[in-house]
């Protein structure tokens, strides 16, 4: 693994660790930086996989984002991103294990970014 990031997922590690987390697992689109995730949003209409396209078109790499079952740490948000329907809350994951057939695989961690669905309800 690159020191830059095994850096970038201690830091995350550490960044939860004075508190409790808990190891989550489960489908999750992950993708590479922020920026990506930020533009799934803004392309998000109901449709993961249309978004999800739409992002590695752009980025012309097939791998850009992707829907991936995993175990993963998450971080502290980076902050809540609107469209005029849906509203989805950026967040940086650790991912420490893979699904594979015989079940959860563990793996050096690995950083990403999810766009996590929340629901918003008017006051």
Not at 45 to 64: C, F, K, L, M, Y
Not at 70 to 90: C, K, M, N, Q, W
């Amino acid at each position: 693994m690159k020191p830059a990031l095994c850096a970038a997922a201690l830091s995350l590690l550490m960044s939860v660790s004075a508190q409790a987390y808990e190891v989550e697992t489960g489908p999750v689109v992950l993708c590479d930086t922020q920026k990506q995730a930020e533009r799934f949003v803004q392309l998000f209409n109901d449709n993961q996989e249309a978004a999800i396209g739409a992002v590695n078109a752009e980025e012309r790499n097939p791998s850009a984002c992707a829907i991936i079952e995993v175990a993963y740490v998450e971080g502290d948000p980076l902050g809540i991103e609107r469209t005029t329907s849906h509203a989805f809350r950026i967040t940086k994951v650790a991912v420490v294990a893979m699904k594979t057939p015989a079940g959860f695989k563990q793996v050096a961690p690995a950083v990403f970014f999810a766009p996590v669905k929340v629901r918003e309800y008017a006051v």
